[in-house]
């Protein structure tokens, strides 16, 4: 891959983002700020909004924005899947954000920078359930990392900018909004499943390089150079591989991701609008994939007297398309109020993947609850399929074994989530999972329940 930034660069964006001290994650609650402080938080409800001394107020008149967030899950798999039992997790979060324009008269440019602190007592999806897709997206391998750090220059009156630095693709690409306080909202199972290491997504990130335009108000158009592999190649967990967010490579096979996003009455309150958007997008691959079934030999994999190494395939790719629609909008309501569906839709080759087609969506109830405007009741699934070479995989593993076991066919998750904001930065989410075949196997549906906590200062 065409070398993307040289390490000193790194060096020198690191101590700008550290000079304060703090780091962060992006997420959308940050955008919104009122005298250096991210609505909402629980910094309003507490004496002289959590700032007696005034230091965020003053460093907001310099562009200069921080906050944390600290999400926990307490989760237990009560039946089925790999071993029942209850685990707790937690990732503590925090974000920078510097306005050059405020703080240096460099208008247009920002910078961003996020890190997380990943503790656990185990992982509810790998170690309880052993499924793929996921059933609380904070899951990680418990750690201190950096995530994202980049800088950002807006030009033609901030209808266009570049984003270059340590980007993570799943910030930008392939989302649904509605769908993002579901506890298994996550980087799609196809992409997590087929790109190296999981690709630049939680929680890993790397080098990149995205170009963004808004040709109208409702009209975007998005453009993303990846290092292809933010681990690197090697035996066992990509987390580890890359165990502190540090590792900056920019000499494997790139990854390339664009998308265009339509939107439709975003910015009105009118109920007889209907808010609506669709994103239509595309990945490839540069690198190297092992073929499902076959060797290099033309042997089957799963052929003992075969050479037991894949045959190996240039390139991979996918398409991906993301809709959301408004059903009703109270009289007021803004995009995401009342009632909304999303889906997000995708296939890649079936030759060299785990998992070719995928699918998920949900119904989210918003302010229906009188006296609680700010709770959220709704119900979401994923169903990803096993392709069809895995699938054949697996049959000539039984011929050739006589040892009969799972055709892995697919994996179907169902949530049902209800999210209360207890004062405003505090939600608490109680939720149920059905999680039917399991990593394919339909000896061992599972169910899973518990609590979410989540804390914006």
């Given at each position: ?18 000079h304060d ?51 926990s ?129 939680y929680?890993l ?13 409702d ?10 592999d933010?681990?690197?190649p ?8 890359n165990?502190y ?18 939107r ?114 709704g ?7 096993f ?25 179907a ?45």
């Amino acid at each position: 891959m065409v070398r993307l930034f040289a390490k000193p660069m790194f060096a020198a964006v690191l101590l700008l983002a550290f000079h304060d001290g703090r780091a962060a994650h992006a997420q959308s609650w940050w955008t919104g700020v009122k005298d250096g402080i991210p609505v909402p938080s629980i910094a309003t409800s507490l004496p002289r909004n959590g700032d007696p001394a005034g230091i965020r107020k003053r460093l907001a008149g310099y562009g200069i924005v921080y906050g944390l967030e600290y999400t926990s899950d307490t989760l237990a798999n009560v039946h089925g899947g790999s071993r029942v039992g209850t685990i707790y997790q937690g990732k503590l979060q925090g974000f920078l954000t510097v306005d050059f324009g405020k703080l240096a008269g460099w208008q247009g440019l920002s910078l961003f920078t996020n890190m997380y602190q990943i503790h656990n007592t185990g992982r509810i999806r790998r170690d309880y359930v052993g499924g793929i897709n996921t059933i609380a997206a904070i899951e990680a391998v418990p750690a201190t990392r950096l995530s994202e750090i980049w800088l950002e220059q807006k030009f033609a009156n901030g209808a266009a900018s570049v984003r270059f630095g340590q980007l993570a693709a799943d910030a930008e690409f392939f989302i649904a909004e509605a769908s993002t306080w579901y506890l298994q909202s996550d980087w799609p199972t196809i992409t997590a499943s087929n790109m190296p290491s999981g690709g630049p997504a939680y929680p890993l990130s790397t080098p990149a390089v995205r170009l963004r335009v808004d040709p109208t108000r409702d009209v975007s158009l998005l453009l993303a150079v990846f290092n292809g592999d933010p681990a690197g190649p090697g035996a066992g967990d990509p987390q580890d591989r890359n165990r502190y967010g540090l590792n900056f490579r920019v000499h494997d096979p790139a990854l390339v991701i664009g998308e265009v996003q339509f939107r439709r009455n975003h910015g009105v309150t009118d109920p007889d609008k209907l808010a609506s958007t669709l994103k239509l997008g595309g990945w490839g691959h540069f690198g190297k994939f092992d073929d499902q079934r076959f060797a290099n030999d033309g042997s089957l994999l799963a052929n003992p007297a075969g050479s037991g190494v894949p045959l190996q395939h240039r390139g991979d790719r996918g398409v991906y398309a993301v809709v959301e629609q408004q059903l009703w909008r109270p009289a007021g309501g803004v995009w995401d109020s009342g009632i909304t569906v999303y889906s997000r839709m995708s296939a890649s080759p079936s030759d060299r993947n785990l998992i070719n087609a995928y699918v998920d969506g949900g119904i989210t109830f918003a302010g229906l609850i009188p006296k609680r405007p700010d709770d959220k009741f709704g119900a979401s699934v994923i169903y990803a399929r096993f392709s069809d070479s895995v699938r054949d995989f697996d049959r000539d593993t039984i011929a050739f074994s006589g040892v009969p076991g799972p055709i892995r066919d697919y994996e179907a998750n169902l949530e049902i989530n209800y999210l209360a904001q207890i004062v405003p930065g505090w939600f608490v989410q109680p939720n149920v999972q059905r999680i039917w075949h399991p990593n394919g196997d339909k000896s061992r549906n599972a169910v899973v329940t518990g609590v979410r906590s989540l804390w914006r200062f």
